[in-house]
């Protein structure tokens, strides 16, 4: 197994012919970290990448998969908010049509006790009509009448 620390180039092992991995663009140097007023900013580390390395991004140990797990992990987020919201969205076409339903189920049920009232009404007004008819037929009759 190879050892995640790039071989010194100064050591008496490395050849002349043998290729080695510069993972840092620059060595560590602990003057500059006592040099540096307050905390690493953004724009600090914006300045220590070159713009050459970006060409070169994949050649680094684990980049290629750190960035294809972070592409998976995006599309996995994506298609589950997709998802959720399609859902969401459905549900809430569901709640409004059930909404609209429930409207005219309450007007249907209006519309149909008016009917009644009304029918009932008119019921009434005929019946009252024909009680009065009668006791205006039996008013016309003559006395005797009304005992055979």
């Known amino acids: 197994m190879a050892s995640p ?11 002349p012919n043998q290729k080695t991995l510069n ?16 905390p690493v900013t953004f724009t600090d580390a914006v300045e220590t990448v070159k713009i050459g390395e970006l060409s070169e991004v994949a050649k680094y140990p684990c980049v290629r998969n750190a960035l294809l797990q972070g592409i998976g992990a995006g599309f996995g987020a994506g298609g589950l ?12 076409w569901c709640q409004y049509g059930r909404r609209c339903e429930r409207r005219e189920m309450k007007r ?30 039996e008013a016309q009759k003559p006395w005797y009448s009304r005992f055979w």
Do not use: C
């Open 5 to 15: 620390v790039p071989p010194n180039p100064n050591s008496p092992s490395t050849t």
């Open 23 to 38: 993972v840092w663009n620059k060595p560590i140097d602990e003057n500059d970290a006592e040099n540096h007023a307050g």
């Open 81 to 92: 908010r997709f998802v959720a919201g399609a859902s969401m969205a459905s549900y809430e």
């Open 108 to 137: 249907n049920i209006e519309i149909v006790t008016e009917g009644r009232k009304d029918q009932a009404r008119k019921k009434m007004e005929q019946q009252r009509e024909e009680a009065e008819a009668r006791k205006l037929q």
